[in-house]
Every structure is written in C-alpha cells, then in structure tokens.
C-alpha cells in the first residue's frame, strides 16, 4: 500500500496529471483486492515512474505552415543529445484530409500518420501536442496521455482565443503579443491553464504571414521548452484570467469588401495587412466586382480634384505621380497600383481604359468614378443575379 500512495508525487516532487492522481488515490485507498490486481498495480507503477521524465512519447495534431514548424523541432531533438538526454522518444502525426503541409513533411519523412478523427492508441504516449489543428478533441482522447495534451496558440492568451489569432492581432492593429503553450479541455478552445507564455511585438506594417513565421519559431521554442520540464510546467500552471478575453474567429472572403463610408484609411491598412494574401481586397464598380492590387496605403491629393470628381467615399482618381488609383474613403484617400476588373490592368490603363476624360464623356452615368461598397441589394447588369455574385466573393 504504501507504494501504491508514493506513485502520487514522483520525481521529486514532480506532480502526475489529475487523471493519474485521481487513479492512484483510488488504488491506494480500495481493500482486500487480490494478488492479481495487486500485479497489475506494480506494472503500473514501473510504466508510470518511466514516463515521469524525458524522453517523451508524442502524438502530434497539426495542418498547416504554422504547425510544421513545432513539428519539425520536435522530430530533429528526437534523434538530438547534444544537452546530453533525449527530449522526444518517438513522434506519431494526425492530421486531416487532403494535402495540409503536416501530413506532407510527416510523410516525406515516414513518421506515423494517423487520419483524424482514426487515431490509433495503441502504442501509448506519454503527451500530446496540439498546433493549429482545429479540432475539438475528446475527453476520453485526452486522458489516455499521461500528461494530457498541450496546444500551441499564437496569441497571449486570453486574448484572441480561436481559429484565426494572428489575423485579428494584425486586423485590430496590436503592438504586442506572444505565444501560449497551454494543457487543452475538452469542449471548448483555448481556455485550458498556462504552462509557459512570451511576449512579442508586432513589427510595423508587417503582415499576418510575416508575423505567423516569426511566431511559428517562437512557439517551437517555448514547446521544446516546455517539453524538458513537463512535470514542473504543469505543477505550476496558472490558470487563464476571467479578464481580457476575445475571440478571433475565422477570416472569410467576405471581410475582403471595402465599405467606403466606414472604414478609415488606417483600417484598410491594417485589413489589408491581415488578409490581403488570402484575399484580396474588393470593391464594386458599375455593378461589377473588382480586386484592388498592390496596396500603397495612405495618400495625399496634392491637386485640385477634376470637375467631375465629387470627394465622396468611394470617388475614384488616378495619380500619375505615384502611378496609382486613389480612392476616397472614410477620412482620406488610399492608393492601389493595379486592378483586375476582367483581367489585371495597371492603374494607368485602368484610367484611360474606363476614367479618361474621353470616356467619361461618352458615359452619362454619374457612378463611373466611383467605387461602391456591395450591398446585398446591389443592382447587377443584366444576366447576373446576386447568387452569382455571392459565389464570386468566394472566388475573389
């Protein structure tokens, strides 16, 4: 029996998880079971006094650029003993469908790969390791890990829990933030206690794409980290505060639209910086759809404004100057060097192909130089609908 009561703290100290403790108790505390259990006890013990330091056990959940980062450190420290121990025994991989860059590297490099949500368990681990997955794993899932499972999320938790972290960072204009590595419960993202945290700043005019790598680095880190002191990671884990907490749900085609009347120069220099790479920024123009390219951000009219030019949101003009189309928005003028309305067209022949004087003289429309925000009442050339065009906001 006393055996069985000293498997509650091993290591020194070193705290097991809840599940093992809660285990342990149980088995501590019930009598008279016979010499069987009392067998299966002692191989307990010997499996769990082997798991209470490195090297560790990994099952790995991950999908995209973010997540290969954390892997790719941790499958290098599994055959790396330049501290003089092994960090990681052996890596196991799930991840989803298709081509996700997780499921590329851990085939190229013949790790095992499981397809969510078909995980085998079989082989026992010690720990698992969450990065940018997107899926809610199962309770039962995460107590058959000695350790239960950690998540590296790309923000300073609490704020901006959820699927889109660094896009929204970027989008709400943020100086700082971090990396988290946090244990997972179920049911719910990103509210699990902190095992390690750092702060970042954000660099200026930088993109989410930007930021992502140098995040992705972090995060690799702070788990490696994390990894060689598990035990006491977790003894001393701190819960989230109840203050402070946004989510930042996913990014969607439909943000790329521009409202002239409500967004200022500053927030389309930010929209752009968050999703421009995945989707480019969009307007309305005679009831058509068309992309704005090469963003330059803020501009000033340094000339008086043609005769035909009303400086309300969305008035359109080109700029020789800076070789760009500037357009009014909420408190100033924005420019971008190229559309694509049809096919990509820089500014210069965008503006003698459909704003040149010579045109506009032959056009009675009052809306030609100007782009509109989509409304989904929107009016549309004939042979269009708005169904049409709600699919081509996705293709845009």
């Known amino acids: 029996m006393r055996n069985l009561n000293s498997l509650i703290v091993i290591n020194h100290g070193r705290l097991l998880s809840q599940r093992l403790r809660g285990y342990c108790i149980a ?7 016979c010499q069987s259990h009392a067998s299966r006890g002692r191989r307990f013990v010997t499996q769990l006094q082997s798991a209470s330091k490195p090297p560790w056990r990994i099952l790995f959940f991950g ?14 420290s ?32 013949r790790l095992p790969l499981h397809q969510w949500p078909d995980v085998d368990l079989s082989s026992g681990f010690d720990v698992g390791v969450v990065v940018s997955f997107g899926c809610l794993i199962k309770e039962n899932l995460i107590n058959k890990m ?16 959820g699927p889109a972290p660094i896009f929204h960072t970027i989008l709400h204009g943020d100086s700082v933030t971090g990396v988290t590595v946090m244990q997972i419960r179920p049911k719910r993202f990103d509210v699990g206690p902190i095992l ?20 992705a680095v972090v995060g690799a880190r702070l788990l490696m ?19 402070g907490a946004t989510f930042a749900p996913k990014i969607s085609p439909r ?33 058509n759809p068309v992309k704005l390219l090469d963003f330059i951000g803020k501009c000033n009219v340094m000339f008086p404004a043609a005769p035909y030019l009303t400086a309300v949101p969305g008035s359109v003009l080109y700029q020789k100057e800076s070789n760009a189309l500037l357009v009014r928005c909420k408190d100033g003028w924005v420019g971008f060097r190229s559309v694509k309305f049809k096919k990509k067209l820089s500014a210069a022949d965008f503006f003698n192909g459909y704003l040149h004087q010579s045109v506009l003289k032959k056009s009675p429309s009052p809306d030609t130089c100007l782009f509109h925000s989509f409304k989904e009442n929107t009016h549309l050339p004939e042979g269009q609908d708005n169904s049409m065009l709600l699919q081509n906001k996705t293709r845009f």
């Open 78 to 109: 599994r055959d790396d003993t330049k501290a003089g121990y092994k960090c990681i025994d052996s890596i196991e991989v799930v991840t989803l469908t298709g081509d996700a860059p997780v499921r590329k590297y851990a085939e190229q490099h």
């Open 146 to 161: 000695t350790y239960g499972i950690l998540n590296v999320h790309p923000s300073l938790l609490p704020r901006w829990r």
């Open 225 to 243: 980290d994390t990894l060689a002191h598990l035990p006491e990671r977790i003894a001393n884990q701190k819960e989230q505060s109840k203050e």
């Open 27 to 33: 088995r501590s505390e019930a009598s008279g079971f």
């Open 196 to 215: 390690h945290q750092e702060l970042c700043k954000v660099p200026k005019n930088c993109t989410a794409d930007e930021l992502g790598a140098t995040l």
């Open 63 to 76: 999908s995209d650029e973010f997540a290969v980062e954390s892997l790719k450190r941790l499958h290098a």
């Open 255 to 287: 943000m790329a639209w521009i409202i002239w009347e409500d967004y200022s120069c500053d927030h389309i220099d930010r929209l752009f910086h968050a999703i421009g790479s995945r989707f480019p920024l969009k307007t309305m123009w005679m009831g």
